[in-house]
């Protein structure tokens, strides 16, 4: 017997009869809208209205672009002897999720599925509520029933393949034109709304599930030493070091006046003994790739995503031989380089006089910076992830109080933004991030028992709207200069410069007249902390040649 047998014997008589088309036209909307409560209402929760048009367009394009595709797909699976079957299930689990994702708040990505396979049975059960049970029921028990029980009414198998190839294509036109009247205005919502693709529901699901297999697949792959025989090297110091690397995010280089930007946005930071690297590129054009690889031995040319989820990376080194190495995070997370060291995610909840709007302002990571830095008693690195120049809601990155340049554009609407104030806006964000940077250097001037150093550093660059490219995230071979030039600091007391033999001078001359990338970081950080190992390399070192006595290259660990 047959499944689809089984099948139609469950569910006892076909009381209800309906034409293929009118049953996929009326799945198709009950997947897009109902099945999918906890993406509209995220939606129409952040949408600013002030955006005008822009903000209804989106708000209608998206559900009939959901509505069709779901048809489509619908089209192309609902046929004899197999709809029901692969329909059903789908349905069923689109409900659990759908309550889920609308009462509970969870998103589904590939850790909230690895957490479902861990659940134990009384965690399960302690989620069995009345609730939740009446919302499976009557938005997936129920339907599934009734379509269980209708007979579904076919042509003949060659009118029905006509009827539905013409059908087909007439679907595929509405949502070509439903993409091109949308598009612009989706992509600009979702880049300032990243969790919207852990709301499409089912296709969520698929896609955590295929990501959560990825990841326990490398999981299972022997995971990657760099060097166990790495160690310190050099004198002994007469104090603890303490040094900060500072992870910018979406700040370009020549937005920096301390790099002959036009516009005094580095007022802050210029009061201070640093050092400016004016050409400095970034690793890729994306966070998620660009940060895994700032902190990777692998140059970008060879660099994998994939590989570097096995594979220790600087931090691991800088633990491995003795630092105390600490990772406070503002921005959308480590993307796995803090897997293997301590990682203080900051809690907007926690702190409402830096956050607001889903987000925090960078001032929240000096938050207790003082405290401790005084109570350091070894070395220490500590990573500052910050949340620096995020767009496309630049005029959310930054406090009244560095509003500088005016007028703002206070929208997400890039393309709808006057240049000036869309410009000034991201100006005033680059402000803000050297005032932070200045007044972290204020804090570890304060700690005289240390020997403290700071490098800021960002993870990319941002378009604003040089020949109508904005935002970041294009393939690094045609990305334009904005997305890939970086700012790049360098701060170091008297005491580092000492211990260290560094010749400022030297630095800044080669900041001004050099080129570098991240692909120097690993190996200059390495340089600085006294790190020797096997995979150091001399060459990539910034700082090497500016360096008295002998470089961290000629001491390499046995």
Known sequence: ???????????????????????????????????????????????????????????????LFLFLLFFLILCLINVPYVGKIVVIPILLVSSVANYAMFDLGIT???EMIQNVLETTSREAMELVTFKAIAWIVITGIIPAYLLCITRIDYLPRRQEIIHRAIVFAGALILIAVTVFAGVKQYYFFRHANRALSTLVNPFNIFRA????????????????????????????????????LMVGETARADHWSLNGYGKDTNADLKKEDVISFKNVYSCATSTTISLPCMFSHK??????????RYTENLVDLLKQTGYDVI??????????????ITEVRLDLSKNKRYCANESCFDEILLDGLDERLSNIKQDTVIVLHTMGSHGPAYYLRYPDAQRKFKPTCDSSDVHGCDPEGLVNAYDNTI?????VIARTIDALKKVPHLNPGLIYVSDHGESLGEDGVFLHGY????????????????????GMKKEGGYNYSCLAKKADADEFSHDNLFHTVLGMMGVGTKIYDKSLDMFDSCRAGASAAEATAK
């Open 431 to 435: 402000h803000y991030t050297s005032f």
């Open 475 to 494: 393939n690094y071979s045609i990305a334009p200069d904005g997305q890939k030039h970086v700012p790049f600091i360098l701060w170091m007391s008297d």
């Open 108 to 110: 589904i990505d590939a």
């Open 1 to 63: 017997m047959s499944i689809q047998s089984l099948l139609d014997r469950f569910c006892l008589s076909h009381s209800l009869h309906f034409r293929s088309f009118w049953v996929n036209l009326v799945c198709a909307f009950y997947f897009a809208i109902v099945l999918n409560l906890g993406l509209w209402r995220y939606i129409f929760t952040r949408m600013d209205f002030d955006w005008g048009i822009n903000a209804y367009i989106v708000c209608i394009t998206v559900p």
């Open 209 to 244: 599930a295929q990501r959560n297999f990825r990841n326990q697949s490398l999981a299972e792959h022997d995971f990657v030493r760099l060097d166990p025989d790495a160690k310190r090297i050099g004198p002994v110091r007469d104090k603890p070091s303490v040094f900060i």
């Open 299 to 308: 140059a970008r040319k060879d660099f994998s995503t994939k590989e570097a």
């Open 327 to 340: 990772w406070l995070e503002n921005d959308e997370g480590s993307k796995g380089v803090a897997n293997r």
